[in-house]
């Protein structure tokens, strides 16, 4: 029976426990007290875009929603460039910030300036959950196969490791990622707000390839980056430190495995589809194979002949 109460105990033992690390300067602002809200909001999010969305959407047809997406990506482009240099201006970019790019540690006063940052990685946390957006426009549209596992986890576990940040120690190295993703995000989010304003601007689109690679890079950077407090003791918490390195690696693994399956396929494919062979000799004529529209015609003494 002992065994039995230690067990129930444990998990109370252990909410007392994290809520006796909180951050003092934040544990009374919205979000940042109880676990229990942010949880209900990133599980209500998963429920949806993964099983009740579907559901509701299976006899409907698509909302046209394409001129909302445009704005929202909109919104998002300046919302994100201006964490990245706003932020920034506390924290890395010169001559304001005054944080080291090699290791810094986080500072619990409650100085003006620094209650001022914490502020703005609140509303970054803000930011992070109106992103779910992304995918609910995909289960409006039914987009459906848009929604992939990298797609949910991706958006569930940033928003979750802001608040992680925000909740035990706003600041310091713990300002990095965001302060690196806002730049990337601003880039992403000119890419999709392009892409919504229909097929007349794919052929200024050619770079998502590359905009993949620069997801990727930024974990690489955020991986050694919270690696340096492993080594170099600037009074940063190493929990901190391997919690990054965890979320950098999981999402730099789920990314690469989905460029590999989607560009490496798409290059496969493109070009199986442009092979053409001239002066092929069949019975003494020559042939001209090409695929159309993923149909193969022969052509052979100027008759076209089409293969199902």
Known sequence: MEYVAQAFRAPFEFYSWMMSKSDPRTINWPLCGSPFPILSIIISYVYFVKVLGPQWMKNKEPFKIEKIIAAYNIL??????????????YSYIAPWGKFSWICEPINYSTEPEVIDMITIGWWY????????????????????????????????????????????????????????????????????????????????????KYLTILQMVQFVVAFAHSMIPLFYDCGYQKGFAYAIMFHAFLFM???????????????????????????????????VQKEQNGEVHHRKNGTATKVE
């Open 76 to 89: 998002m482009v300046i919302f994100s460039a201006w964490f990245f240099i706003h932020g920034g201006s």
């Open 125 to 208: 946390l803000m930011l992070k959950i109106a992103e779910f957006a992304d995918t609910i426009f995909f289960v409006l549209r039914k987009k459906f196969t848009h929604i992939s596992a990298l797609h949910v986890i991706h958006h569930s576990l940033v928003a979750w490791g802001v608040w992680i940040g925000m909740k035990f120690g706003a600041g310091g190295n713990n300002a990095f990622f965001p302060f690196i993703n806002c730049f990337v995000h601003t880039i992403m989010y000119s890419y999709y707000c392009l892409a919504a304003m229909g097929p007349g601007m794919r052929k200024y689109l050619w770079w998502k």
């Open 253 to 287: 693994a789920m990314f690469m495995n989905f460029y590999r399956h989607t560009y490496n396929k798409e290059k496969a494919l493109k070009s199986s589809s442009q092979v053409e062979t001239f002066a092929l000799k069949s019975n003494g004529h020559s042939v």
